[in-house]
C-alpha cells in the first residue's frame, strides 16, 4: 500500500506537493501514477512516472502539474502549480505489478493510497 499525505486548504494560485510513500513493498522497480477525483465522478489519471522516471501526463494538467520519485525514500510526489478550482477533490496515487512503465502499470493497479483530499479557495 501507499502512505499519502500533503493535501489540505490551498488557495488558488498557490502550488501544493502531494507524497505518497510505498509501505510493504520495494517502490523502485514499478511505476506510480497519480488519479485524481471529484464527487459524483469516476477516478482518473492525471500523471504517471515510469520505474526509470520517464513522465507522463494528460493534456489538460501539462505545464501545471509535476511528477517526481526518490526511490531511496520509497515515496513518489505530484507537484500542482497555479492551483485551480477545478483542482480541488482527491488525490490517489498506486502502483501496479506488472512492471516498471506506465502501460504495464495499466494492466492492473496492485497499490492504492488512501487518498488525499486537496480544497481549492479562491
Known amino acids: 500500500q501507499f502512505v499519502e499525505s500533503g493535501g489540505g486548504l490551498v488557495r488558488s494560485g498557490d502550488s501544493l506537493t502531494l507524497s505518497c510513500r510505498a509501505s510493504g513493498f520495494i517502490l523502485e522497480s514499478y511505476a506510480v501514477a497519480w488519479f485524481h477525483q471529484t464527487p459524483g465522478k469516476e477516478r482518473k489519471q492525471v500523471s504517471c512516472?515510469?520505474?526509470?522516471?520517464?513522465?507522463e501526463y494528460v493534456e489538460s494538467v501539462k505545464g501545471r502539474l509535476t511528477i517526481d520519485r526518490d526511490n531511496a525514500k520509497e515515496t513518489a510526489y505530484l507537484r500542482i502549480h497555479s492551483l485551480r478550482p477545478e483542482d480541488a477533490g482527491f488525490y490517489y496515487c498506486a502502483a501496479g505489478a506488472y512492471g516498471g512503465t506506465c502501460a504495464q502499470m495499466r494492466l492492473g493497479m496492485e497499490w492504492w493510497g488512501q487518498g488525499t483530499q486537496v480544497t481549492v479557495s479562491s
Open positions: 512516472i515510469t520505474s526509470n522516471g520517464t513522465t
